[in-house]
């Protein structure tokens, strides 16, 4: 990890947070473990970090709140989320499916959803660094952390 081109810290603004079910909290807390412990994270102009972000929603936006000790002030990155409907509404079916299947089926069928669910969170993750790439430089890796964040935050 760069010393400071990286999340020091990330939290989720989740002001109308409704319940969320057990399995996407723990997926949640997952990934914001695994983001905190690897990560790039580059803001075009910025080279002020490690950042702190917060990441949240404001209508039909996301918004990255970015700050670190060597900044005055924030910087505020809006990505509309229109793009990525599709992908999170199936995204969010295909997990119900996952999640179903790991109480009831057989392991070859568990296995069958989990790639396609790998899939659909591939091309999320693509979506996200395409869409982000002239405000936030990201590595796959942190793309695929960020988008599952963008759909906890997306349950209604």
């Known amino acids: 990890m760069s010393?400071?081109?990286h999340i020091a810290r990330l939290t989720l603004d989740e002001g109308n947070v409704i319940?969320?079910?057990?399995?996407?909290?723990?997926?949640?807390?997952v990934a914001l473990a695994?983001?905190?412990k690897e990560n790039y994270f580059a803001?075009?102009?910025l080279n002020k970090g490690?950042?702190?972000v917060v990441l949240g929603t404001s209508e039909n936006r996301m918004m990255f709140r970015i700050t670190s000790p060597q900044m005055e002030g924030e910087e505020v990155v809006t990505l509309n989320?229109?793009?990525?409907?599709?992908?999170?509404?199936d995204y969010f079916i295909i997990c119900e499916s996952y999640f179903a299947a790991i109480k009831s089926s057989d392991p070859y069928r568990v296995e069958a959803i989990d790639m396609g669910r790998r899939?659909?969170?591939?091309?999320g993750s693509d979506l996200l660094r395409k869409l982000l790439n002239d405000k936030i430089q990201v590595d796959f890796s942190t793309a695929r952390r960020l988008f599952t964040l963008i759909c906890v935050l997306h349950i209604k």
């Open 81 to 89: 989320v229109t793009p990525f409907r599709s992908i999170i509404r």
């Open 119 to 123: 899939g659909i969170h591939n091309e």
């Open 43 to 45: 803001p075009a102009g």
């Open 19 to 29: 319940r969320r079910k057990p399995e996407v909290e723990q997926e949640r807390e």
């Open 3 to 5: 010393q400071t081109e």
């Open 34 to 36: 695994d983001i905190l």
């Open 50 to 52: 490690p950042y702190e």
